[in-house]
């Protein structure tokens, strides 16, 4: 037993629970290695893997080094939205003519449901935007919008997966544990992987979206809350700051590394204490990253902060920008449990979605462009799902909506390598199916592996007698098609 402060007996173990002295392990195992901390990697090393945040080679030379996802879960309609489909206006209200994979048959109707909504061409690339995207309009020659996304499976938490993990299965690491395993970090200041989440909830398999599955604990993202205090507990009590504080974590450090030196299997204890030596840095980082209030009224006035409906969500897609300016690696914008999820009254529930979020989106880009970060950062906005063309929920027109659709879906891409302007891919005549260029989740993995400079099948996690990769076998290929030349445009 010690005694710290003369207030209260200590063990190593009542020590690391105490939360050192406000430190809360609002980051994953960080400074692994780092100023001599610990003395062992987060999970056991059995095969002598290195396990750090040490910025690494790539394979060949990268033309991405960042990535904001902006997930908007749920599944936007693309044929009310990026992908207009004539046939449907057409037979607006008839019976459909093909056959349909519901996901809610109880339900379900055969009557084809046209877009209400207008389409435009816009920018030099001609474009189709719909009426409820004139922010995303005025960026189209920047972004390259994918119509044949397919992933085929027609539930929420498995197309998520299958995205976000490679894999339909719960468990697997996300694709931003991925990332900093295979690249390491740019700061040591700041989480590498951040993940900004709705005031109104997390999405559908919560805290899966940014779990490490079985990499170590270090690779896991960093929930950065979406309302003040961003991050929980960051500061210590005013009693504990400065010199006090400092000894405390040296005499922590002192306490992990006898014992690590006793038990050097015992790798969870790491991870805990570079949680608490990253809090640290971050007491001063975190805090100058997350305040907007550092921006100009004419950058805020861009995101839509001034505006209620874009508000809350144009300060995170700020916050997102402010952090991979930082050296921040990879972060993950969500809306909340089911934003998109348009089973019902889709005339006013698609248009909220899209006034909350649209013009903050395309802000971000115009933000990185002009800053010039769009080169080097890929920006990806998208859900697990699209939408069918037949109607659901048959009860009038404002109760109308779209079920699932997986089989054929859009989501657009920019920067970091990705082609500026125009469209890839396409559905069939209803925006049902994929049937032209089709882009799986495997194809998309493999291609954003390869604009960071990786190949998929060398970025390996060895893990008992498996070999593990993000495709995990599938046959993943690189959609050139989406890759900017680095000779010319398009």
């Known amino acids: 037993m010690t005694w710290i402060d003369n207030t209260e007996p200590l063990s190593r173990r009542g020590f690391c629970h105490s939360g050192a002295f ?26 002598g893997q290195e396990i750090s945040l040490a910025k690494r080679p790539t394979h060949f030379e990268p033309r991405a080094k960042a990535m904001i996802s902006l997930f908007m879960q749920g599944g936007p309609s693309q044929v009310d939205l990026l992908d207009p489909k004539p046939e449907l206006n057409r037979l607006d209200g008839q019976k459909f003519p093909g056959t349909i994979k519901y996901d809610n048959a109880a339900q379900a109707s055969s009557r084809v449901l046209g877009s209400p909504w207008r389409f435009g061409k816009y920018g030099e690339s001609g474009t189709d935007v719909s009426e409820l995207l004139p922010s995303v309009a005025g960026i189209v020659d920047d972004i390259v919008v994918v119509r044949s996304m397919h992933t085929g499976v027609n539930n929420h938490g498995q197309s998520i997966h299958a995205l976000n993990s490679g894999r339909t299965q719960r468990g697997r690491p996300s694709l931003g544990s991925w990332l900093t395993y295979g690249l390491g970090a740019e700061t040591q200041n700041l989480p590498a992987y951040v993940a900004l989440t709705d005031p109104r909830g997390i999405p559908v398999e919560g805290v899966l979206n940014w779990s490490n599955g079985w990499l170590p604990s270090l690779f896991q993202g960093t929930v950065v809350r979406s309302q003040e205090p961003r991050i929980l507990n960051l500061d210590p009590p005013a009693r504990r700051k400065g010199r006090v504080q400092e000894a405390y974590l040296k005499y922590l450090r002192r306490l992990n590394e006898q014992h690590l030196a006793d038990h050097p299997e015992n790798s969870d204890l790491a991870a805990r204490i570079s949680n608490y030596e990253l809090a640290a840095r971050m007491q ?102 699209g939408r069918l063309p037949v109607i659901q929920n048959d009860a009038g027109p404002s109760k109308v909506g779209r079920d699932h659709n997986t089989y054929g879906f859009t989501m657009w891409l920019a920067g970091g390598g990705f082609r500026r302007g125009g469209t890839y891919g396409a559905t069939d005549e209803f925006g049902h199916h994929a049937v032209t260029d089709v882009v799986n989740h495997f194809d998309y993995h493999a291609t954003l592996l390869h604009l960071f400079g990786m190949h998929a099948d060398e970025l390996v996690y060895k893990r008992n007698s498996r070999e593990e990769t993000l495709l995990d076998g599938q046959p993943g290929r690189i959609v050139t098609g989406l890759l900017h030349s680095r000779s010319g445009n398009g």
């Not at 406000?22 to 095969?47: E, R, T």
């Open 284 to 385: 001063t980082a975190a805090r100058e990253a997350l305040d907007i209030g550092q921006e100009t009224k004419a950058t805020q006035e861009m995101y839509g902060i001034n505006q209620k409906e874009s508000q809350e969500y144009g300060q995170r897609c700020l916050i997102a920008r402010r952090l991979i300016e930082r050296g921040v690696r990879f972060v993950q914008v969500f809306t909340k449990n089911q934003y998109w999820d348009h089973h019902g009254s889709i005339r006013t529930s698609l248009p909220a979605a899209c006034r909350k979020t649209e013009k903050p989106a395309a802000a971000l880009v115009k933000d990185l462009k002009q800053r010039g970060l769009l080169d080097s950062t890929v920006v990806h906005w998208g859900g697990e799902m």
């Open 22 to 47: 406000g430190l809360a392990p609002v980051a994953l195992a960080w400074l692994l290695k780092q100023d001599g901390a610990v003395a062992a990697p987060v999970k056991p090393n059995i095969h």
